[in-house]
């Protein structure tokens, strides 16, 4: 089935402590991005890649680093875990130009705790 | 001041009720977007708009791009609507998008 997959969907991490969130679209679509979600925020982006080879800085960079591996997959890193890191993790992708899959699609989200 | 409004925050319907939530934008837009969250569940994409007026089901979604206004309406509520629905927008050429708060809506049988 056409959509964006997240992996972990929960993870418990100590303070310094590294980890990748991955995330893979399979509808071709160029844009992909990172979001947080903390209570009363809304969401909140982290990176965006506008194509293959290219990421650019959200609202919220600090403490993160991305790569687009290819098209399909952008993975989101915390090179040290730190508590104001928890929070709930969206990837998703988009199309804007009309045509079907058009739109933003997001994952099922990530629930990561820092103790 | 956040350059996607959404009103109202919070709102209690009763079942069968009609129902409107409003957004208000203060950039140029490409797109409009409402999405849906239901309580610790993902976000799914409902309408994406830049002009006029989209239908799906009891949904309605309609935009005024001169007023920059769009608002969602729900005919003939129901408890599984109770959710939270976020209003978002994408300016000019880029696809990065931009939120508003969301409002939380909550129907009782």
């Known amino acids: 089935n056409a959509g964006v997959t997240q992996t972990p969907k929960f993870q418990v991490l100590k303070t310094g402590q590294s980890m990748t969130l991955q995330c893979a679209q399979d509808?071709?679509?160029?844009?992909m991005y990172w979001y947080r979600q903390d209570p009363g925020m809304g969401l909140r982006l982290i990176y965006y890649s506008a194509s293959e080879g290219t990421t650019d800085k959200g609202e919220v960079p600090n403490g993160y680093n991305v790569s687009r591996l290819n098209k399909r997959e952008f993975s989101l890193r915390l090179e040290s875990a730190a508590p104001s890191q928890t929070s709930v993790y969206f990837c998703a992708s988009s199309e804007l130009r009309p045509g079907p899959p058009s739109g933003i699609y997001f994952g099922e989200g990530s629930w990561l705790t820092v103790v | 001041k956040n350059e996607v409004e959404q009103s109202p925050q919070n709102l209690t319907a009763q079942e069968g009720e009609f129902i409107t939530i409003n957004c208000s934008y203060s950039v140029g837009i490409s797109a409009l977007h409402w999405l849906q969250q239901h309580p610790g569940g993902g976000i799914v994409s409902l309408f994406m708009?830049?002009?006029g007026k989209k239908k799906h089901g009891r949904l309605i979604a309609t935009i005024n791009i001169q007023e920059k206004h769009s608002s969602l309406h729900i005919t003939a509520s129901h408890p599984r609507d109770s959710a939270v629905y976020i209003c978002a927008v994408s300016q000019g050429g880029s696809e990065k998008l931009v939120f508003g708060k969301g409002m939380k809506l909550t129907v009782n049988p």
């Open positions: 708009l830049s002009s």
């Open positions: 509808m071709n679509h160029n844009s």
